[in-house]
């Protein structure tokens, strides 16, 4: 059975299942990624086999620090409830787009495979 079929499948209790709504996230900004490339917002993707390893490792490092500077600023503040579920949600929309670079990039990987 391939990986993608159990990943997939109806898990049983106690096993490891993806969220769909995760990947659903993570999909959502591939996407938006590509519509903002092809209006000409986005300079480059990191699915694209002629974008050199090292342009989407800085990409990846860029997002990564988006992350790490996320994570300062919720330990500096003290946030009521509504901002602590604002910051929360920026975070995680943070690491959908470290997510997305990387899959991005395995996509390329891919590609040369074939």
């Not at 600023?73 to 920026?90: H, M």
């Amino acid at each position: 059975m391939s990986a993608l079929r159990l990943l997939t499948k109806k898990a049983a209790p106690g096993k490891y299942r993806l969220n769909d709504q995760i990947i659903e996230r993570i999909w959502i900004e591939r996407l938006l990624h590509r519509d903002a490339l092809k209006k000409g917002k986005a300079a480059f993707d990191c699915a694209s086999q002629v974008v050199s390893d090292d342009r989407k490792l800085r990409a990846l490092m860029s997002v990564v620090g988006d992350v790490s500077n996320r994570i300062d600023e919720n330990e500096r503040l003290i946030l009521p409830g509504s901002a602590k579920n604002a910051q929360a949600n920026n975070l995680r929309q943070d690491l959908v787009r470290v997510a997305a670079i990387t899959i991005a990039w395995l996509e390329a990987l891919e590609e040369t495979k074939s």
